[in-house]
T-cell receptor, first 113, second 115 residues
Framework: QQPVQSPQAVILREGEDAVINCSSS?????VHWYRQKHGEAPVFLMI?????EQKGHEKISASFNEKKQQSSLYLTASQLSYSGTYFC??????????????FGKGTKLSVKP | NAGVMQNPRHLVRRRGQEARLRCSPM?????VYWYRQLPEEGLKFMVY????????ESGMPKERFSAEFPKEGPSILRIQQVVRGDSAAYFC?????????????FGPGTRLTVL
């Protein structure tokens, strides 16, 4: 039931792009993306809903493919501040109450100067 | 606007003791979620509460763990008779409204170490 994130880790140079994927074996109602820096709280990035609605930051984009049950987070022109671990949290149709998110293991992103 | 507050930030307990973790949601938020995070792992949902009600505790271990969110005061996650395997970071999050389309704001976490 836990979504699978790929890649597990990625190293970028400043200015390069990255894509982080999140796949579920179950039908998804929504996908939430968070970034966590070491020793800190996760910070909200974006929510994507079944049906195409999105809510999040302007500089971060993401897609949600309902048929494939997956979401991708696009990080373009990466900056040093993008470094951290990115988590997707999924809400399945049979995942219990609304708001009950099941998180993947995370993708560790390191941006080097 | 103060964010989600958690205390203590670090808690050390010996096996068999009790651990009490507190979470004060953001002002105006009445929905609280507790998550546990092991090193190099994702966040694992434990329980979802509204004021005076447990909405979903499907992620809570059946024994030793309990949570409450009283009418007044912070939400409390209580772990009785702690064991080494309880060592983890415990995060709470709050949201203003119920449902999927409302982002959860996370607190800084409580890092529990069981000796």
């Amino acid at each position: 039931q836990q979504p699978v994130q790929s890649p597990q880790a990625v190293i970028l140079r400043e200015g390069e792009d990255a894509v982080i994927n999140c796949s579920s074996s179950k039908a998804l109602y929504s996908v939430h993306w968070y970034r966590q820096k070491h020793g800190e709280a996760p910070v909200f990035l974006m929510i994507l809903l079944k049906g195409g609605e999105q809510k999040g930051h302007e500089k971060i984009s993401a897609s949600f493919n309902e048929k494939k049950q997956q979401s991708s987070l696009y990080l373009t022109a990466s900056q040093l501040s993008y470094s951290g671990t990115y988590f997707c949290g999924t809400e399945n149709f049979d995942g219990g109450s609304q708001g009950n998110l099941i998180f993947g293991k995370g993708t560790k992103l390191s941006v080097k100067p | 606007n103060a964010g989600v507050m958690q205390n203590p930030r670090h808690l050390v307990r010996r096996r068999g003791q009790e651990a009490r973790l507190r979470c004060s949601p953001m002002k105006g938020h009445s929905h609280v979620y507790w998550y546990r995070q092991l090193p190099e792992e994702g966040l694992k949902f434990m329980v979802y509460l509204q004021k005076e009600n447990i909405i979903d505790e499907s992620g809570m271990p059946k024994e030793r763990f309990s949570a409450e969110f009283p009418k007044e005061g912070p939400s409390i996650l209580r772990i009785q008779q702690v064991v080494r395997g309880d060592s983890a970071a415990y995060f709470c999050a709050s949201s203003q409204l119920a449902g999927t389309y409302n982002e959860q704001f996370f607190g800084p976490g409580t890092r529990l170490t069981v000796l």
